[in-house]
């Protein structure tokens, strides 16, 4: 893969279940609800105990084999660790329950991606992008997919968009960034976009192209 390119994951399908619902604790003769699970399985993924977080989630579709977030987040830890194939079984589950979930298409995206599946990447953002066109996430990653794929104007114009969308997101600026050095070939715009993700509070990068005489 290239050099500083990134894909995303998103947990934003997971906000009600991390939000909603009260927790069911001892009490005697009382079933705690799918939903506690994947709460814990969120708590013990924060922490990265991430077989205890599997264990949470299958315990949650076992009382609920619907249960969309549940698959969703074990989809997400299961990308996160590198079992790509249990990931993509995972996130198809989710859209075989909610074919209108964008976030599920944007997650099999970035397996996909991680996979060197671009094509198939760049299909499931194009989803999830109908579904949803403020997803900034699905036009990171078809954007990450474009650059692997050497379709760098293709990508540029993702991460256009991106910025449109989130104009505070200082990663977005850095992303670009990269892209305009590495593949696009404009010093100037580069060192721009990293001073703009410094101006927002992400420094690194344009602080060390300063040191090394790239950009004033």
């Known amino acids: 893969m290239v050099t500083n390119t990134r894909c995303y994951l998103t947990v934003a399908c997971l906000s009600l279940a991390l939000m909603g619902g009260l927790l069911v604790v001892g009490c005697a003769g009382t079933t705690k609800p799918a939903s506690y699970y994947v709460q814990q399985g969120w708590v013990q993924f924060a ?20 249960n969309a977030d549940a698959y969703s987040f074990r989809g997400l830890v299961h990308g996160v660790t590198g079992k790509f194939d249990k990931a993509l079984a995972d996130f198809n589950k989710v859209i075989e329950i909610n074919p209108e979930a964008d976030n599920a298409f944007v997650n099999r ?20 992008i109908a579904i949803n066109p403020q997803n900034a996430t ?12 050497g379709q760098y104007e293709q990508a540029n114009a993702d991460f256009d968009k991106v910025i449109e969308i989130k104009p505070t997101d200082a990663k977005a600026y850095v992303r670009r960034g990269f892209l305009y050095m590495d593949n696009l070939k404009n010093r100037i715009r580069a060192c721009s976009d ?13 602080n060390e192209a300063k040191e090394q005489g790239v950009c004033e």
């Open 109 to 128: 995206a970035m397996v996909y991606t991680a996979k060197g599946q671009y094509d198939q990447a760049i299909a499931d953002c194009n989803t999830a």
């Open 138 to 149: 699905a036009y990171t990653n078809r954007g990450v997919a474009h650059r692997e794929k």
């Open 194 to 206: 990293w001073k703009k993700a410094c101006e927002l509070g992400e420094c690194e990068k344009y």
């Open 47 to 66: 922490a990265g105990h991430f077989d205890e977080a599997i264990a949470h989630l299958n315990k949650a579709i076992k009382i609920d084999p619907e």
